[in-house]
């Protein structure tokens, strides 16, 4: 039996150790651009991420070029999960292109490194009826946002259980959580620090986002809800292994 445990580790860390390895991030990023990485193998994630890069561009582009004063336009990327299963990368863009105020987008997205393809939630997690949408066109489809009544509930009773929830706070937020799960949108991460399942709602305004509060779903919870140990064994592998970086330790 020890000897069994022994191998399982062994092909752990050997998995996780060779996740890492074969990921190459960009060296000479534009200033304010940190580019998506690319894998050694895996071509159709990378064209994931070429699609990815091409975008960031694209409006970096029209940003700079259209905004006029005090314009800018940077962006970071996180890396919440790095394994041998899965992928997971987080864009943040902090912009100011014109108008009367500056904006932050976070998107989350995961790839499934056996199917190349973004992370089927719905085969994964079949009990929360994770459906994954696409709510606008400049929407990357690997973004993982999706309508999950059974996760949205979860995450309003989580938010609104928080002792250290101030009054003024509900007050003034807690109707943007809304009364009926099924309309609304979620994003979800693998996140391999908090050894947990990222989830946040996915449509707040610019006046509400400061009302966003991501909170981090337990795998054991997870799993409670219906999520498959397929999907968070490897998370949690992840975390033993500290599998996961910063955008501040990407290029070092």
Same mark, same amino acid.
């Given at each position: 039996? =020890?000897?069994?445990?022994?191998?399982? %580790?062994?092909?752990?860390?050997? /998995?996780?150790? &060779?996740?890492?390895? *074969?990921? @190459?991030w960009s060296?000479?990023?534009?200033?304010?651009?940190?580019r998506?990485?690319?894998?050694?193998?895996?071509?159709t994630?990378?064209?994931?991420l070429?699609?990815?890069?091409?975008?960031?561009?694209?409006?970096?582009?029209?940003c700079?070029?259209?905004?006029?004063?005090?314009?800018?336009?940077?962006?970071?990327?996180?890396?919440?999960?790095?394994?041998? =299963?899965?992928?997971?990368l987080?864009? %943040?863009?902090?912009?100011?292109? /014109?108008?009367? &105020?500056?904006?932050? *987008?976070t @998107?989350?997205?995961t790839?499934?490194?056996?199917?190349?393809?973004?992370?089927?939630?719905s085969t994964?997690?079949?009990a929360?009826?994770?459906?994954?949408?696409?709510?606008?066109?400049?929407?990357?489809?690997?973004a993982?946002v999706?309508?999950s009544?059974?996760?949205?509930a979860w995450?309003?009773?989580?938010?609104?259980a928080?002792?250290?929830?101030?009054?003024?706070?509900?007050?003034?937020?807690?109707?943007?959580?809304?009364?009926?799960?099924?309309?609304?949108?979620?994003?979800?991460?693998l996140?391999?620090?908090?050894?947990a399942?990222?989830?946040?709602?996915?449509?707040?305004?610019?006046?509400?986002?400061?009302?966003a509060?991501?909170?981090?779903?337990p795998?054991?919870?997870?799993?409670?809800?219906?999520?498959?140990?397929?999907?968070?064994r490897p998370v949690?592998?992840?975390?033993?292994?500290?599998?996961?970086?910063?955008?501040?330790?990407?290029?070092?």
């Amino acid at each position: 039996m =020890r000897l069994a445990t022994a191998v399982i %580790t062994v092909l752990i860390l050997t /998995g996780s150790a &060779h996740a890492q390895s *074969d990921i @190459r991030w960009s060296a000479d990023s534009q200033s304010g651009f940190t580019r998506a990485p690319r894998l050694i193998v895996h071509e159709t994630i990378n064209a994931d991420l070429s699609r990815i890069d091409s975008q960031g561009e694209f409006l970096r582009r029209e940003c700079l070029a259209d905004g006029g004063e005090n314009v800018f336009w940077e962006r970071d990327i996180d890396a919440p999960m790095i394994g041998p =299963r899965f992928l997971g990368l987080t864009t %943040t863009t902090s912009s100011y292109c /014109g108008g009367s &105020h500056p904006d932050i *987008d976070t @998107r989350p997205m995961t790839w499934d490194r056996l199917t190349d393809a973004p992370l089927d939630w719905s085969t994964l997690w079949p009990a929360a009826q994770v459906q994954p949408i696409r709510p606008s066109p400049d929407f990357l489809p690997e973004a993982a946002v999706a309508m999950s009544p059974a996760l949205v509930a979860w995450f309003r009773s989580t938010v609104r259980a928080e002792p250290e929830l101030a009054p003024d706070w509900l007050a003034e937020c807690d109707a943007h959580y809304g009364d009926d799960p099924i309309d609304e949108g979620v994003v979800l991460w693998l996140d391999a620090e908090h050894d947990a399942i990222g989830v946040d709602l996915a449509w707040l305004a610019h006046s509400e986002k400061t009302c966003a509060s991501p909170q981090f779903l337990p795998l054991a919870e997870a799993e409670r809800l219906g999520a498959s140990p397929a999907l968070t064994r490897p998370v949690h592998e992840a975390h033993q292994l500290g599998a996961w970086r910063k955008a501040k330790d990407l290029n070092k």
